[in-house]
């Protein structure tokens, strides 16, 4: 079992049942799993196949996961995308590749981030927290030598509950990093 994964059942489990007054295990807001989200921009990568290559290559590294190649599902003539067309890659992450990777998050990646303050305390309304970042290279795994092009992810982070307030709580107790309320 993974360190985190352990934490939140001896720890954040009881707590959470306690702050909210729940009675039941298993009504107790829970991470069920994390969706790791590349974009790609046509524009700006003229031979997308490369890029997606190259993507591909990096996501693995940095999730333990192969991506899934996502493409559009109507022609957009404004932006130049056919039906078809690869737009992004993604990665579902469940289980103990879920854990490691939240783990590898909260302890590693975003404490190191340069004139980090902590990440806002904001979900949507039922729970979930999106993250953003501008470069794959805050990732430790990556070599910055070996890429061919800086690009951004986003990292979602989906929850059992709907209570925006208890996702919060669950987060905070887990050791993400928020920002100091001022």
């Known amino acids: 079992m993974n360190r985190l994964q352990e934490k939140y059942q001896k720890e954040v489990i009881p707590t959470l049942e306690k702050e909210f ?13 994390i969706v790791v989200n590349v974009g790609i921009n046509k524009k700006e990568n003229a031979d997308a196949s490369k890029f997606i290559e190259s993507m591909t290559q990096q996501l693995m590294t940095i999730t333990g996961q192969k991506p899934k190649v996502t493409a559009a599902r109507k022609s957009i003539a404004g932006f130049k995308i056919r039906q078809g067309d690869a737009v992004g890659l993604c990665v579902t992450l469940r289980g103990n590749l879920m854990w490691e990777f939240f783990d590898k998050l909260t302890s590693i990646v975003l404490p190191r981030m340069k004139d980090f303050q902590g990440v806002k305390r904001a979900t949507d ?3 979930n927290y999106n993250l953003g970042f501008t470069e794959q290279i805050v990732f430790p795994e990556i070599e910055y030598d070996k890429i061919n ?7 979602t982070i989906v929850n059992s509950g709907s209570d925006p307030k208890e996702a919060l709580r669950m987060l905070e107790l ?5 920002e100091k309320a001022e």
């Open 174 to 178: 887990l050791g993400m990093p928020f």
């Open 125 to 127: 309304k039922t729970g």
């Open 149 to 155: 092009k800086i690009s951004g992810l986003q990292v």
């Open 21 to 33: 007054g729940k009675t039941n295990i298993m009504a107790v807001t829970k991470p069920v799993k």
